[in-house]
């Protein structure tokens, strides 16, 4: 089963990006969607699913609070990952954490994903976002 390892996280000020990677080994990884969650207290029901790219990079998913200042993007070659983030709010501090999607070969990512499908969690990146 795949690993990965979140980072890219940091103190900034509201306004400014910050570009998130989520590196995985193995080839579970590039076989399956990536998803991207952010975390604000210890409670991991709390997760909140922010964003998800297919395994081929063709689909994405954000939600709401993301929408028109996120890009998520994958570079298999790599086993990498990428969540963009543009326009950083106070609100957007949190642990951000990736997840690997249990099924294999998802071809369209949606808002109707949850954490419980996804797997092979790191450990994260704190983004803190200052007024």
């Known amino acids: 089963q795949a690993q990965v390892v979140e980072s890219g996280g940091g103190l900034v000020q509201a306004g400014e990006s910050l570009r998130l990677s989520c590196v995985g080994d193995?080839?579970?990884?590039?076989?399956?969607?990536t998803g991207w969650f952010r975390q604000r207290t210890r409670n991991e029901r709390e997760r909140e699913y922010v964003a998800a790219i297919n395994w081929k990079g063709t689909t994405t998913y954000y939600a709401p609070s993301l929408e028109g200042r996120a890009t998520i993007s994958r570079d298999n070659s790599k086993n990498t990952v990428y969540l963009q983030i543009d326009s950083l709010k106070p609100e957007d501090s949190a642990m951000y954490y990736c997840?690997?999607?249990?099924?294999?070969?998802?071809?369209?990512?949606?808002?109707?994903?949850?954490?419980?499908?996804?797997?092979?969690w790191g450990q994260g990146t704190q983004v803190t976002v200052s007024s």
């Open positions: 997840g690997i999607d249990l099924s294999p070969f998802r071809q369209r990512v949606t808002g109707t994903l949850t954490s419980v499908d996804f797997g092979s």
């Open positions: 193995g080839r579970t990884f590039i076989e399956h969607a």
